[in-house]
Nanobody, 115 residues
Framework: QVQLVESGGGLVQPGGSLRLSCAASGRIINNYSMGWYRQAPGKQRELVALFTSGGSTNYAGSVKGRFTISGDNVKKTVSLQMISLKPEDTAVYYC?????????WGQGTQVTVSS
């Protein structure tokens, strides 16, 4: 059974930085993607950044230039480096693994940007 473990959330002041990490375990077939999504109170879950096993990345417009996603195909990990954080980045951040055989979500980690 594939599982995801996330870490790295917390409280940070506006303009600060945080790094989120997600590690996958279990049988993971090649040609997958791992991404970070977020959900703020009262809002729908949205894509933040995506990393594919082929090495491509994709970002939401609101985080381009501030967030960087990186992945390791051997370790099956993905990280999200976030800088210049804004209060509107406050949300629960979820890691998602998408494979041909199905989708797995992490448990979520809270990111709060506040002074």
């Amino acid at each position: 059974q594939v599982q995801l473990v996330e870490s790295g959330g917390g409280l940070v002041q506006p303009g600060g930085s945080l790094r989120l990490s997600c590690a996958a375990s279990g049988r993971i077939i090649n040609n997958y993607s791992m991404g970070w999504y977020r959900q703020a109170p009262g809002k729908q879950r949205e894509l933040v950044a995506l990393f594919t096993s082929g090495g491509s990345t994709n970002y939401a417009g609101s985080v381009k230039g501030r967030f960087t996603i990186s992945g390791d195909n051997v370790k099956k990990t993905v990280s999200l480096q976030m800088i210049s954080l804004k209060p509107e980045d406050t949300a629960v951040y979820y890691c998602k693994l998408n494979m041909r055989t199905g989708v797995v979500w992490g448990q979520g980690t809270q990111v709060t940007v506040s002074s």
